[in-house]
């Protein structure tokens, strides 16, 4: 078997691209049928262009001594690329890598020599690689489990047709899920479980809502369930147990509150009952069952193992891919029918695209960061925003709008652990905000753009039933953390001074 199949043709000329096929034949036959010369030709115009203008302007003497300028420019400019990426069709991954590029060669220049540059570099490199190693292992362990059909563990135990029940428990398997596994993931699985339980509806398009509410919720408070989270925790910004403990109930609260709202719609209260359930036909791949508590345990795992080995957590979460590769090769050996279910398959499968447009992202940041942009930044926000609740709801508020990635990791840069030392009040805040404020949009979060792929979902859509819930829910949400965090520290001022208890 050489590792991929054909596709099957379709009465109407299409073409379904099975688990293994190649995409590229795919890409193809649809490059073909929407050629256009003319708008083509046009976007060539404007690449070369750019490439002829960023050419000359690095020859140019200014560069070097207007080396912030010139980065903030190219960053403006490449973002525009990434949130504009459907009206253009460039893919933002591409766009990812040409403005990191782009922006070391600035810093290059600007630096006081190359060596320094490279230094900086080399160091942001380091870093990068700890989080894209981790995200690599990480999709391919869930990848891995989602061939064995091991989720079904958790689907099938869904079984209420009343639909406001359903609304519930959807949001609430969708959050411990999210937890666990990340939130785009979880997304998939989750919207694919709801075609098969619910007819096309409205209510089927509400019920997605809330898997992408409940998916950004259930990502913050844990440290693997999220990349901008993921991102904290590897720096060091927070630690498991106490964001575990100090994101818990506000995340909870930011899906419950919009679930009780959701549940009083006419789409809920209006839905039918009768639902198709088709789950029968999707049979668990053998020693699924194995296969799932092993790559659970795995992800589980990695914040133990930092724990007790001093380890980064990518370490971790490699070991967790190299026992379940071991596991998978062991249990189909010789069974040349299950190529699909092992590693070498799953590596072809996974989001590679996703991991390449973190890896600019985050190389992009590290520039500026190196440059001192990020500091002056931060500077500036501290002269007009003095108060750190105002910052990290801002970002949160500000992330559904644009990528939650790069505003962590630029956030990352613009402070540092001696501004906010860790599991500060301003870190906590920044992961809660990061990860759940990408719902108030349905473009603001991976989740969101993968539901509204998957069902189809106008923006506008998302914005008049859902954007008033999720912004209710995260609002909730801060008060609720800073309420709880003012509590906690009154109870530790005032215990001291009570008689009976200071003895």
Not at 56 to 70: F, L, R
Not at 208 to 224: F, R, Y
Not at 322 to 336: C, F
Request: a negative charge; glycine letters at 8%.
């Amino acid at each position: 078997m050489d590792g991929r199949m054909d596709g099957k043709d379709l009465e109407d000329g299409s073409r379904i691209c099975d688990p293994l096929c190649s995409v590229d034949d795919l890409s193809s036959q649809e490059f073909e049928a929407n050629y256009q010369p003319k708008t083509d030709l046009l976007k060539a115009i404007v690449i070369l262009a750019s490439a002829f203008a960023g050419a000359v302007a690095i020859n140019h003497s200014w560069v070097a001594a207007n080396q912030d300028i010139a980065m903030a420019l190219v960053f403006s400019i490449g973002y525009a690329g990434i949130i504009f990426e459907e009206s253009l069709a460039f893919n933002k991954s591409g766009v990812a890598l040409l403005m990191a590029v782009s922006l070391w060669v600035i810093r290059s220049i600007g630096a006081p020599s190359t060596d320094i540059a490279v230094t900086e570099l080399t160091r942001s490199s380091a870093e990068v690689s700890e989080i894209v190693f981790f995200l690599l292992g990480a999709m391919t362990v869930v990848e891995i489990v989602d061939a064995h059909q091991g989720f079904k563990l958790v689907t099938d135990n869904i079984t209420t047709r009343n639909p406001r029940v359903l609304l519930w428990v959807v949001g609430f398997v969708t959050f411990i899920l999210s937890s666990i596994l990340d939130n785009l993931t979880t997304t998939i699985i989750m919207v694919s479980l709801l075609r098969k339980l619910v007819p096309p509806s409205e209510y089927r398009k509400l019920l997605g809502a809330v898997v992408v509410i409940a998916a950004n919720a259930g990502g913050a408070w844990t440290p693997i369930g999220d990349v901008t989270t993921t991102m904290l925790w590897i720096h060091g910004q927070i630690s498991t147990l106490q964001t575990m403990k100090g994101l818990f109930i506000p995340c909870v609260l930011s899906l419950a509150v919009p679930l009780a709202l959701m549940s009083l719609t006419s789409e809920v209260n209006g839905a039918d009952r009768k639902s198709a359930n088709v789950l029968a036909s999707d049979q668990m791949a053998p020693r699924g069952q194995l296969v799932f508590f092993v790559g659970v345990g795995a992800l589980v795992f990695v914040p133990v193992f930092k724990a007790v080995t001093g380890l980064p957590p990518y370490m971790g979460m490699l070991l967790g891919l190299g026992v379940l590769w071991i596991l998978t090769d062991a249990i189909h050996y010789g069974n040349s029918g299950r190529q699909s279910l092992k590693v070498p398959q799953a590596l072809s499968r996974i989001d590679s695209q996703g991991i390449l447009f973190f890896l600019g992202i985050l190389l992009s940041v590290g520039s500026l960061e190196a440059a001192g942009v990020l500091r002056e930044l931060a500077n500036y926000l501290d002269a007009h925003f003095p108060n750190i609740e105002l910052i990290a709801s801002a970002i949160g508020v500000v992330s559904a709008i644009i990528d939650n990635v790069p505003l962590v990791a630029a956030t990352m840069g613009m402070y540092d652990l001696t501004s906010f030392p860790r599991d500060s009040e301003f870190w906590q805040l920044v992961a809660f905000c990061a990860g759940t404020g990408g719902s108030m949009l349905i473009i603001g979060s991976a989740a969101g753009v993968a539901y509204m792929g998957m069902e189809k979902v106008d923006f506008f859509w998302y914005l008049r039933k859902v954007s008033g819930f999720a912004l209710i829910g995260y609002t909730t949400g801060i008060l609720t953390y800073l309420a709880v965090r003012n509590l906690h520290s009154s109870l530790l001022t005032s215990l001291p001074h009570i008689p009976f208890l200071s003895s």
